[in-house]
């Protein structure tokens, strides 16, 4: 999820520009409270960390991704574009968890060039929450204010926390668990079912045909518990399309 700004072909979900903070470039700029999260709305699915699977599995559904680097999504909608928890005033619905690659934005670290293997704290500069002159103060001179310091750390945790998932993934996909999601929905007054697909999820017949000394290595290493995680959440995906079918009917 680090990347590199500026020149970069593609940037992460929801940014649109990336820039590094600098108290030459940014000497009077500071954070405004987060007003609204309407920049979530065209999106069904949110990227999530292992770190959050204990949470994240008692709100939404958690899938993986397609291609050959495939990552933990939490669908927060079944449809394309589609966000069932954020109402016309932009607001999160109560009560239900908000991902950290969320709360995150506009801030992320990033890779000034290819070739650094350094990470810079950067932001999108062209969301409003960051303006000269107003919010928090990021710079005190050229020092970074606790506003700041604050920023960088959980950045730093949320990569840390990138870094297990990945480790996360690759084991999956070692032990060749994940196979190709489809969920169908039998519903009352549906001509036909609702058939979802798009997504992998892991295959529970592989998992229970598992070798023992590869399952002892799941358990003992703590990953079972975020697989079982994934496998229980999927049950909430009946719920996320009563919410598609109340949002349609508005």
């Given at each position: ?20 903070l600098s ?96 990470l810079s ?130």
């Open positions: 999820m680090a990347s590199t700004p500026a020149n970069a072909q593609t940037l992460p979900l929801f940014y649109k520009s990336l820039a590094p108290s030459q470039l940014h000497p009077t700029h500071g954070l405004k409270p987060r007003e609204n999260l309407a920049f979530t709305r065209n999106t069904h699915a949110v990227p999530v960390t292992v770190d959050e699977f204990a949470l994240v599995q008692r709100h939404y559904p958690i899938v993986f991704g397609l291609g050959d680097n495939p990552a933990p999504l939490a669908l927060i909608g079944l449809n394309e574009g589609q966000n069932l928890y954020l109402g016309a005033d932009d607001q999160w619905e109560k009560g239900q968890y908000i991902p950290a690659f969320i709360r995150r934005y506009p801030f992320m670290l990033a890779r000034l060039t290819a070739e650094s293997d350094d704290l950067c932001f999108d500069d062209t969301d409003p929450q960051i303006a000269a002159g107003e919010g928090e103060a990021l710079f005190n001179g050229t020092d970074p204010t606790d506003t700041t310091k604050n920023v960088l750390a959980f950045c730093e945790q949320f990569e840390q926390a990138v870094f297990r998932t990945r480790s996360f993934m690759e084991e999956l996909t070692k032990l060749d668990l994940l196979m190709d999601g489809e969920v169908t929905i039998q519903r009352e007054g549906l001509t036909e079912p609702a058939v979802y697909r798009g997504f992998r999820m892991v295959s529970e017949e592989k998992l229970q045909n598992l070798r023992g000394d590869q399952a002892r290595k799941l358990v003992q290493s703590g990953l079972l518990g975020l697989v079982y995680a994934h496998l229980f959440s999927l049950s909430l995906i009946s719920g996320l399309f009563e919410k598609q079918i109340a949002a349609t009917n508005a």
